[in-house]
Structure formats: C-alpha cells, structure tokens
C-alpha cells in the first residue's frame, strides 16, 4: 500500500511490510519512541529469534508493518504469533501489538494507514486494548469488540490499600455511592488502617475456608516451569472445558513467561499425587510502580492453566498465589479472565469484581469453517494474553 504523494513534491509515504534490510531505518525509531539502545543489529537478531519461535507461520519473522519517508521510519505495528483452539483443533493466528508513531506525526492518518496494510495481510488477529482511540481504530478495520475482559482484585494487605486507594485516578468512580463515601470517610478519619486490618482477617480466614475442597493437592511456588511435556499434558486435559483460547502448551507457556534474574514472573504450580493439574503466572509489582495506585504494589496473575471442571485446582492455584503475593511484599493481586467458571473461583476466594480496561478485539476473514467464540465468555483470555500485563 502507498499513499499518495504529500503537497509540495514532498517524498512519498510508503508502507511497507519491514524486511532486516529496513533494520537501520527500524533501529532509529526504536530509539526515538522506546528503546535507546537499539541498533540495526539487535533488530535483524530480534527478527530471527522471533522467527525461530513463530507457531503461527514457522521460520517467518512475525509481519511488521512500518511507514517510511526518505528513508525515515515515522510509523510502525507488529504482531506476536499464537494459535488458537476453537474446541477441536487450532489454527494460526496472530496478536496485534505495538502500534506506534513519531510525537509529531500522531492524530492523523499515519496509525490507521499501518494498521490497514496489517489487517489485509493476516486472516485471522485479536488485539487487545484499553484507550478508546485504539478500539475505535480496531473497529473501523473490521474487528468486532467482544467487550472488557474482567478485572478482579484481592487485597492482601487491605490496610495499606485503603489508606492510599484514589477511585478516581483508577476510573473506579462506578462503584456504589455508599461505598465511595465510607472509603473516603475512612481516609479522612484514620480509620483505613484499622478496618483494613480486620477486614484483612475475615478475607484471609474466609479465603482459607474456601479451600478446603483443595485438601490432597500440593499447591506451591516453583523454582523454574514445568518440564514441556508436562505442561502439553496439562493443556491437553484443560482444553476439552474451553471453547476458543491461544493454545497454551508447553512451547507457549514457557517461551512467553521465561524465567531468569530479570524476569518478573514468578510460577505456581498444582499436583495431585504428583501429577501436574495446574498452573499459574504471577507477574511480580513494577519496580517503578503506577503514579495512580499511590505507593500500592499490585502483583498480577497474568495466566492460569487447568481443568475448569475441577474448581478445586483454580482454589489452591490462588491460594499458591497468594502465599507468593505476600512473600514478594505485595499490597494486592490483580486477576483478569474471560471464563465464567474462573469467575466463580475467584469469587470464592475474595477477589472483587472491579469492572474491566482491557477489551478484546477479534477479525477473521480466513474463509475458513472455525469454531472460535462469537462471544467473550466462549474465550479464555488472561492479561497475559497478546502482552497485556504490560499495562495496568
């Protein structure tokens, strides 16, 4: 795709999909809207590694698409390949992801034109967003917005929450009247610290109740991710319950949640007599933080995998992460899921429903006879899903 010709004998603007010899032109953008250190080099390596990992289409590097003048990159969208199971096989598919222009080029036709040349080329996409200029553009490109993802929050240390919790900052200004006026009554009068402290209590002793049924299953934090073939097992038995999903196999998980001393996710796994029935991936509080959450460290349970038609797995996964929540000094755990029988299991034990920011988009014009959800609830998304744990 080509746009026309600027006024004044200006270049054209060309997009294009990006190939290593657009690296340097890549590189430069790069460093001028995220990364400093980019160099040709690092992108053309980046592209193989990538291309190595594609399940999508194998040894291709993952499309990106890029807007270029004169030789100056001024817009640009990749993709992160998946697969997705419609409840009897899967198919390839991609995440939209990335979508970026130069400061001086955004709110004009740079962002939709990007975006038009990679929904031409990929048959079958989800994106994932929060603003509403994002969605609109999916919108406008033929996707279908399923809605919000729902979000869900467990207070471990409810005092300290309280305390420093802004509704407003946070867009939770939808919660009951009554329940914003007792929260800023409380922080006006000091009692925040000492009705958390017995609310933390009750949510702790109820949330234990609630685990019971999880009695003969060992719940606990692991050092590494299980073996892949363990984890294709797991995946095997949890997909027969989900109606469309990214296929989370073994490949998946462990390439999308590596592990190591800058890694900020940490996994808990489930066994019943020694068999691997569950997992989870909790994404650590952001060393920096989010100037809206005031101080509170918010961990993420940005993935869980297991059989939905045994809810005492999905208890003791959130028991294992709450243990881990308060060993890494968390204030609260941040769940979002799509599956209504996650929600079930949440609730259970003392998550609160906070409404959803991230909404999923869907297109697929494949031609193909998929099963894949017309409907949220037939999906099981995560915030681990198309990177989205990267914003809160």
């Given at each position: 795709m080509n746009a026309p010709r600027t006024s004044g004998g200006a270049a054209r603007l060309e997009i294009v999909e990006a190939t290593d010899e657009h690296a340097a032109e890549v590189a430069e953008f790069i460093r001028a809207v995220?990364?400093?250190?980019?160099?040709?080099?690092?992108?053309?390596?980046?592209?193989?590694?990538?291309a190595a990992r594609n399940v999508a289409e194998p040894g291709v590097p993952p499309p990106t698409w890029i807007a270029r003048q004169a030789g100056r990159v001024l817009g640009y969208v990749t993709t992160i390949p998946v697969r997705f199971w419609d409840g009897e096989r899967s198919w390839p598919a991609y995440w939209i992801k990335g979508l970026m222009v130069l400061p001086e080029y955004r709110n004009g036709p740079i962002g939709y034109a990007v975006m038009k040349a990679a929904v031409g080329r990929l048959p079958r996409s989800g994106g994932l967003a929060v603003a509403s200029p994002a969605r609109r553009l999916f919108v406008a490109l033929g996707y279908t917005d399923l809605g919000a993802v729902r979000n869900w929050i467990r207070a471990i240390a409810p005092g300290r929450v309280l305390r420093r919790l802004d509704l407003a900052a946070l867009g939770l200004q939808n919660l009951p009247r009554w329940a914003q006026g007792a929260l800023k009554l409380a922080q006006a009068t000091g009692a925040a610290s000492a009705l958390g402290w017995l609310g933390g209590v009750f949510?702790?002793?109820?949330?234990?109740?609630?685990?019971?049924?999880?009695?003969?299953?060992?719940?606990?934090?692991?050092d590494e991710p299980p073996a892949a073939a363990e984890l294709d097992v797991l995946w095997q038995v949890s997909r027969t319950?989900?109606?469309?999903?990214?296929?989370?196999?073994?490949?998946y998980l462990r390439e999308r949640y590596e592990t190591g001393p800058s890694s900020p996710y940490r996994w808990i796994g489930v066994r019943r007599a020694g068999a691997l029935v569950g997992v989870g991936v909790v994404r650590q509080p952001r060393?920096?933080?989010?100037?809206?959450?005031?101080g509170i460290q918010l961990a993420t349970l940005v993935d869980l995998v297991y059989d939905s038609a045994e809810?005492?797995?999905?208890l003791a996964l959130l028991g294992a992460a709450e243990r881990l929540a308060r060993r890494i000094g968390a204030d609260a755990v941040l769940a979002t899921c799509s599956a209504p029988a996650v929600a079930g299991v949440l609730r259970r034990q003392c998550y609160?429903?906070?409404?959803?920011?991230?909404?999923?988009?869907?297109?697929?014009?494949?031609?193909?006879t998929t099963r894949l959800g017309p409907r949220l609830a037939d999906w099981w998304l995560t915030r681990g899903d198309g990177q989205a744990d990267e914003v809160f």
């Open positions: 995220w990364n400093p250190s980019a160099t040709a080099a690092s992108v053309i390596a980046s592209r193989s590694t990538a949510l702790r002793a109820i949330a234990a109740a609630g685990r019971l049924r999880a009695a003969g299953l060992l719940a606990q934090e692991l319950g989900t109606a469309s999903a990214v296929v989370r196999d073994g490949r060393p920096d933080g989010d100037p809206r959450l005031r809810p005492a797995t999905g609160l429903p906070i409404g959803g920011n991230v909404h999923f988009l869907f297109r697929d014009v494949a031609g193909d």
